[in-house]
């Protein structure tokens, strides 16, 4: 074994994706900087986290993402494992992946298992062509041969079920580790679903085990203590217990042949069979701001590869440090997307369901150019629960729901406004903090944010740096939480009412400046009280999402007039309903063709027509790549079409037919131009004029397709209108507005092998 000589030297090896997405492809913004578990097959080394897994190549150095968009078909990881050659995928709901290459077979026999049980899988251990997952509720044995599951044992008193932490093969026995002591069981019982086979071991009976090891024919067991240092690692001969390290906070236990892996949170140690310490590396050594170790394994090169915390997969091999990880957001989770320009920004905070603080760090991720980074400007200021921004130029505003508004000019924190430099108050009530639900820039360029719980619950910054601060009216009394605005284009202020409608604003009314709309049928007609979400769409009309679907204010012009809300009738079979009824609409989305996006709790996403009345697509977690059915937040890139997602169970995008159209045809862009023989997704003609009329043609003039833009978008399939691929050879793409008053044409080559 060579020695290691630890250099001051830290590589940040940072992959992207750096794909071009075509329409209809989906791509993931997870965060893959939390590693949980480490593991090797081959020349691939295998990292998980709680909602994915990325693999690193040692022989070319390359990375992929794996996750539900190729080979996962679940998220929430929980455990990982491998062999020789197969990757053991487990899930926190019981679901279990077995990963040979490229090719998935699940196994969801846990997770849809009639069983009223925790069934989250704990643990993954690998005996040969056998499988023993550590259950919420006991063990289950799967058979890798024929890929099914072979056993079920509920170990407890009586057949009780118990939550297993981890197995581990010693002395012909399996042991299984608890929260209450060590279980084991001869493994030459006929039948080990008896609950009879198994013994609880009197030795540290009350105890939580939490990590069990075999090495050198002695059984390790950890004994986890309440308080950090206060672990117990034993070895246990099958007959005597003997300490072996205590005081520490042991987070894995990994052995090979010759050696035995000790990770700590801060320390890793390597044994070698007669239980000498052969290799220690800290923490300290890699030189990172903030390190936690979870998981590690030591190599045959004598390389240390290391699941952390913080930084994704780090690598040592005796002299060089390196992070690896793929690009993503600080976090997985989003509470607000915001579009930019060319920029992506996403604020990571939350509030709770009783709209109380999450206490979610204040961290804001930017994507540009595929490449994700993340903000740490606000990393040593008193700043929490950023759960929105937006931009103005070279400035950014984050706004937490505890602490305030923070201006960010270039990449230094410039002020946080509060009650002492501002319009901004704390509670009313409680007086404790500042709760800024959303900050919105009118046509004029100033600042308005939402101030929950006070007198004056409506601030705005001017441009000059003045500030002012509104009452909304008796409606909202200072025990109001507030959260959404919007500014439409007349700017009036729609500011979003907890569990009490909302209110629209417009400070230069003469008289009354505001109007309280609720589901009352003359005071909004609203579907709900509970107003969840908002959009004004390219016509102008204000979209109202609800907890009972959604509510439309054709004219907004008339809002102090008493318009009234609508709720748009949709046919569904051979009878008529509301727009979406029944369903908790948490955000609107309008794009480049005025479509509408609607982000719901347990429905995934619906896109309609721009009336509402005809449905274009429906995206779940069941009949797409969609992460999850509870969709938080939705934002459109409006130049590319990408249509960002904020899930429960992460951030991910799709590339849609629409794009914001454009005054002229000056970047009128077909792709992919040639298309090539092994190419058979759609052909993309960007840059229209808004609702263009394109036909494509032959070079003779015979016309082969046509087609309208959605927005300032057209996708062609390849095919002409009898549905024959398009043979080699030059076709023109012509392209005019509704009225033919403008026009275009260009150029496509077809090759075909």
């Known amino acids: 074994m060579k020695k290691t000589v630890f250099l001051s030297c830290l590589i940040y090896t940072v992959f992207t994706q750096a794909q071009s997405l075509r329409v209809g492809e989906w791509r993931d913004h997870l965060s893959y900087k939390s590693a949980q578990d480490v593991c090797q097959v081959g020349s691939s080394i295998y990292v998980s986290t709680d909602r994915a897994l990325f693999e690193y190549n040692t022989g070319d150095n390359s990375i992929e993402r794996i996750n539900t968009l190729n080979r996962l078909s679940d998220t929430g990881v929980s455990s990982i494992e491998a062999n020789e050659n197969t990757l053991i995928v487990a899930y926190d709901n019981g679901n279990v992946d077995i990963i040979r290459g490229n090719k998935t077979v699940n196994l969801p026999d846990i997770k849809n298992a009639s069983l009223i049980a925790d069934k989250r899988i704990n643990h993954v251990n690998i005996v040969n062509n056998l499988v023993y997952l550590s259950c919420g509720f006991g063990i289950v044995v799967l058979d890798l041969d024929r890929e099914e599951v072979k056993d079920t044992y509920f170990i407890g008193e009586y057949g009780a079920q118990t939550n297993v932490l981890s197995t581990c093969m010693a002395h012909n026995s399996i042991y299984a580790a608890t929260n209450k002591g060590l279980y084991r069981a ?54 005597n217990w003997e300490v072996f390290e205590q005081e520490s906070s042991n987070v894995s236990i990994k052995a090979s042949s010759q050696e035995l892996v000790l990770t700590r949170r801060f320390n890793v140690l390597v044994y070698d069979q007669e239980l000498n310490r052969t290799q220690t590396l800290y923490s300290g050594e890699f030189n990172l701001d903030k390190i936690d170790f979870n998981s590690a394994i030591f190599t045959e090169q004598d390389e240390f590869w290391i699941a952390d915390k913080y930084n994704g997969l780090l690598h040592n091999d005796g002299y060089f440090f390196e992070s690896i990880k793929p690009s993503g957001p600080f976090l997985s989770d989003a509470g607000q997307i915001i579009n930019f320009g060319d920029e992506i920004l996403v604020a990571h905070g939350a509030k709770s369901e009783n709209w109380d603080p999450s206490w979610q760090n204040s961290e804001l991720s930017v994507l540009k150019k595929d490449d994700w980074t993340t903000s740490n400007t606000l990393k040593d200021a008193d700043f929490i629960d950023v759960v929105a921004v937006n931009k103005r130029g070279p400035t950014t505003y984050l706004a937490s729901f505890h602490d305030g508004l923070a201006k960010i000019t270039g990449l230094d924190l410039d002020v946080i406004y509060n009650e002492t430099n501002s319009s901004l108050q704390k509670r009313a009530i409680h007086d404790d903090w500042i709760e800024i639900g959303a900050i919105q820039f009118d046509s004029e360029g100033n600042l308005w944010c939402t101030n929950s719980q006070t007198y004056e619950p409506l601030s705005v910054k001017y441009t000059d740096g003045d500030w002012e601060s509104f009452s909304l009216g008796s409606g909202v009394t200072e025990t109001q939480d507030l959260a959404k605005l919007l500014i439409d284009k007349n700017d009036q202020k729609w500011v979003q009412l907890k569990n009490n409608g909302l209110v629209v604003f417009d400070e230069s009314r003469q008289g009354s400046k505001a109007r309280k709309l609720t589901n009352s049928e003359n005071s909004g007609n609203l579907a709900s009280n509970r107003v969840l979400s908002f959009a004004e769409d390219l016509e102008g009309e204000i979209w109202i999402g609800t907890d009972n679907g959604v509510s439309v204010f054709y004219d907004s012009n008339a809002i102090f007039q008493g318009e009234n809300a609508s709720q748009v009738i949709v046919t569904m079979g051979e009878h008529n309903t509301y727009l979406l009824e029944g369903q908790q609409i948490n955000d609107i989305e309008i794009d480049g063709a005025n479509r509408k996006w609607f982000a719901t709790n347990n429905s995934g996403v619906v896109v309609t027509s721009e009336n509402g009345t005809e449905e274009i697509h429906h995206f779940t977690s069941e009949n797409s790549p969609l992460f999850s059915n509870k969709v938080i937040d939705i934002e459109m890139n409006d130049v590319t079409g990408e249509v960002f997602f904020a899930t429960e169970k992460g951030l991910m995008s799709l590339r849609s037919e629409s794009t914001q159209g454009n005054i002229d045809f000056s970047e009128v862009l077909v792709f992919p131009n040639p298309v090539k023989p092994d190419y058979s997704g759609p052909i993309t003609i960007k840059g229209l004029i808004t609702d263009a009329v394109v036909k494509i043609t032959d070079i003779s003039g015979n016309l082969i397709y046509e087609t309208v833009a959605l927005g300032g978008q057209a996708v062609w399939d390849g095919k002409s209108f009898d549905g024959q691929k398009a043979h080699t050879g030059v076709y023109l793409v012509f392209c005019s507005d509704k009225d033919g008053t403008i026009s275009h044409v260009t150029k496509l080559l077809f090759v075909r092998g």
């Open 186 to 239: 001869d493994l030459n019982q006929q039948n080990l679903a008896d609950y009879n086979a198994w013994e609880k071991l009197s030795a540290h009976s009350q105890s939580r085990v939490d990590l069990l090891e075999s090495f050198n024919g002695l059984l390790f067991v950890n004994l986890h203590g309440e308080e950090y240092n206060t672990d117990t690692l034993y070895h246990f001969d099958g007959n």
